[in-house]
């Protein structure tokens, strides 16, 4: 008998959504968390652009304050929630979309709610794309271990870009030539290169 194939990660902008995690006020002493927002926006803009459905979070927020103005969220309700993952208040979110595959997650802290999110996601079978370059913790070890324990469990790990451009999925797409406005700079430095280079054990 054939081993089954094991999932590629594609993605279709139909069978996808955005999950946007904390990214609050009170958490601007997160390392890069300037450039983890500003790569997040770009997640956001581009969801919008292609009708991926967008959930954003945020933690206790009495206390951790409103989602920053800089991700440009206006228009999405957020979602307030105390527990260490996403999914148990978007689970109306999940459970309104069965034709639902793919999560691309996108906030902080990685080694808690991101983690924890992602978890659930793949526990629930859905697959789950860590967007590294708009993911951070105030630990950059913190960080990078948590990846490593995301990629261990199945989920993908990739870069803004590359995931943007596989929802695109062609040049000759109608929102091709706005979504390449969005991503012709290049994202910002989030302090991955120093994570990802040299014999890392945790990343190989």
Do not use: W
């Not at 951790?64 to 260490?84: D, I, W």
């Not at 993952?85 to 999940?94: D, F, I, N, T």
């Not at 370059?133 to 790990?157: E, I, K, N, T």
């Amino acid at each position: 008998m054939a081993a089954a194939k094991p999932s590629l990660g594609r993605l279709l902008p139909g069978s996808s959504i955005l999950f946007l995690c904390d990214m609050q006020e009170k958490f601007r002493h997160v390392a890069y968390f300037p450039q983890i927002v500003s790569v997040a926006a770009r997640m956001l803009k581009v969801a919008r652009r292609l009708e991926v459905p967008t959930v954003l979070t945020e933690q206790y927020p009495q206390g951790l304050g409103p989602t920053v103005p800089e991700l440009g969220a206006e228009g999405l309700r957020p979602l307030t929630k105390t527990c260490f993952s996403m999914v148990p208040v978007a689970r109306q979110e999940l459970d309104a979309r069965p034709q639902l595959r793919s999560v691309l997650l996108c906030g902080i802290e990685a080694q808690v709610c991101i983690l924890n999110t992602a978890l659930d996601l793949m526990d629930r079978g859905l697959q789950v794309h860590v967007v590294v370059d708009a993911c951070s913790s105030r630990s950059q070890v913190d960080r990078l271990v948590a990846l490593a324990r995301m990629r261990q469990s199945g989920a993908f790990l990739s870069t803004s870009e590359g995931l943007i451009l596989q929802l695109v999925g062609d040049a000759a797409h109608p929102q091709f030539k706005e979504i390449q406005k969005i991503i012709k700079e290049p994202a910002p430095d989030s302090g991955l290169l120093g994570l990802f280079q040299g014999q890392n054990p945790l990343l190989r």
